[in-house]
């Protein structure tokens, strides 16, 4: 019996709901000979030992754990090349995505109509429930036009995560995929290079069964940083821009918080004869502690947003780590001016040369040390 379907589940912390998702599965695709690759992320609450307890009894059932690593995106793009199908459909495991509509998207393909079908949220006929916070839909609207725009298909929701396509039409361009963040379809949509022919199917968007969504937080900043990374990340990785970027904006913290204490020193203590200097040593350090921590804060939500550190513990421990990887950051930037201008060079490449190091190693190091898994 050939296998006509290939279903992904990527699944993070989904143990309690994955037995009832295939049984699910098992009842709206009878008839139908498929397989189920869960690509799961090493989740904490023991979803792989769930897979696999459950593929134990059923071999069409296949777990791919990955250690070390975490994303949607990607997760969806192994499972979909692990597949023997020529079919392979991508949805939650959470109950979200209702597994009846999954025959009517295979027929579309399977009819020679269509390349790809997906289950649209907002499609005539289409309904959101609990799909209460108000926020999340007009982020999604504004990032449907964008998205629109981007991949030059209309689409009523290229945000689904609920979608299916032909396996060889997926492999011919997963190398040229970004696999970051949690855009998949757009990602597939920005990507492949033939037009799709695209079949949109309503769905009744139900509440998540059990546990919590891991994406809510940020799905703009992931939709915009998808973006950049699609057009410039081949030349400077995403991580690193960010990275940069928000060490730039550190620096204009830095000076303001200086300003700050200088001012308050001007105000009460110059009068009393206070050494100027000492005014300015109390500022560039306070300046300086207050910008490192705000960078470490919003490297810790943005730049790592995938291995956030939560909790007091955990959260200090990292800050710490920050710390000491910037002070060696800032040795090794000012080592390299240093000799740079010992040799010859103008004061202000030097600096820059010392300042792109000292960014580059600040980076380098802290990815390992404070937000690394080793
Ligand atoms: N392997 C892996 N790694 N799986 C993950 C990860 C990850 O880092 N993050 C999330 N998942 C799994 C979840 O366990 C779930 O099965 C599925 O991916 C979707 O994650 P949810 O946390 O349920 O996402 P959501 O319901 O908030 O978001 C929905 O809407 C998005 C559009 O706004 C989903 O349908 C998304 O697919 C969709 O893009
Ligand atoms: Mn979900």
Same mark, same amino acid.
């Given at each position: 019996m050939t296998i006509r379907l290939g279903v992904v589940l990527p699944t993070y912390n989904e143990r309690k709901n994955l037995r009832g998702m295939i049984e699910?599965? @098992?009842?709206?695709?009878?008839?139908?000979?498929? $397989?189920?690759?869960?690509? *799961? *992320?090493?989740?904490? @609450?023991?979803?792989? *030992?769930? /897979?696999?307890?459950i593929a134990q009894d059923d071999p069409r059932v296949h777990v791919i754990q990955r250690i070390g690593r975490r994303g949607l995106s990607s997760a969806a793009i192994e499972g979909m090349c692990a597949t023997a199908a020529p079919v392979v459909a991508v949805m939650d495991a959470d109950h979200q995505h209702d597994p009846e509509l999954l025959p009517g998207m295979?027929?579309?393909?399977? =009819?020679? @109509?269509?390349?790809?079908?997906?289950?649209?949220?907002f499609a005539e006929g289409a309904s959101t429930e609990e799909w209460g916070r108000p926020d999340r839909v007009k982020a999604s609207n504004l990032a449907n036009r #964008?998205?629109?725009?981007?991949?030059?298909? $209309?689409?009523?929701?290229?945000?689904? =995560?609920?979608?299916?396509?032909?396996?060889?039409?997926?492999?011919? @361009? /997963?190398?040229?995929?970004?696999?970051?963040?949690f855009k998949i379809l757009l990602d #597939?949509?920005?990507?492949? $290079?033939?037009?799709?022919?695209?079949?949109?199917?309503?769905?009744n968007f139900a509440a998540r069964l059990e546990g919590e969504s891991k994406l809510d937080r940020t799905v703009v900043f992931e939709f915009l940083v998808g973006l950049?990374?699609?057009?410039?990340?081949?030349? #400077?990785?995403?991580?690193?821009?960010?990275?940069?970027?928000?060490?730039?904006? =550190?620096?204009?913290?830095?000076?303001?918080?200086?300003?700050? +204490?200088?001012n308050l020193f001007g105000a009460r203590f110059m009068v009393s004869h206070y050494p100027q200097e000492v005014a300015f040593i109390t500022g560039q350090t306070t300046a300086a502690?207050?910008?490192?921590?705000?960078? %470490?804060?919003?490297?810790?939500?943005?730049?790592? /947003? *995938?291995?956030?550190?939560?909790?007091?513990?955990?959260?200090?421990? =990292?800050?710490?780590? %920050?710390?000491?990887?910037c002070a060696f950051g800032l040795l090794a930037n000012i080592g390299a001016a240093t000799a740079l201008v010992r040799i010859g060079f103008n004061p202000?490449?030097?600096?820059? +040369?010392?300042?792109?190091?000292?960014?580059?190693?600040?980076?380098?190091?802290?990815?390992?040390?404070?937000?690394?898994?080793?």
């Open positions: 699910r599965l @098992d009842k709206a695709l009878a008839g139908i000979s498929f $397989e189920v690759i869960v690509v *799961d *992320d090493n989740s904490p @609450d023991g979803t792989s *030992d769930e /897979a696999r307890a295979l027929a579309a393909i399977e =009819g020679g @109509d269509y390349d790809l079908s997906y289950a649209s949220r #964008i998205a629109n725009k981007v991949t030059g298909v $209309e689409l009523s929701d290229p945000m689904s =995560g609920y979608f299916m396509l032909k396996t060889e039409t997926l492999r011919a @361009d /997963a190398h040229r995929l970004s696999g970051v963040g #597939i949509l920005a990507t492949v $290079e033939q037009p799709l022919r695209i079949k949109e199917v309503p769905m950049y990374d699609k057009w410039l990340g081949r030349w #400077i990785p995403t991580r690193f821009a960010l990275f940069g970027t928000i060490g730039a904006l =550190g620096v204009v913290v830095h000076m303001a918080v200086l300003a700050l +204490v200088l502690m207050v910008a490192m921590t705000f960078n %470490f804060v919003l490297n810790n939500e943005l730049t790592y /947003a *995938d291995k956030r550190l939560r909790g007091f513990g955990p959260l200090l421990n =990292g800050w710490l780590r %920050f710390l000491l990887t202000y490449p030097a600096a820059l +040369v010392g300042i792109v190091l000292g960014s580059v190693w600040n980076f380098a190091l802290s990815s390992k040390f404070v937000w690394g898994k080793y």
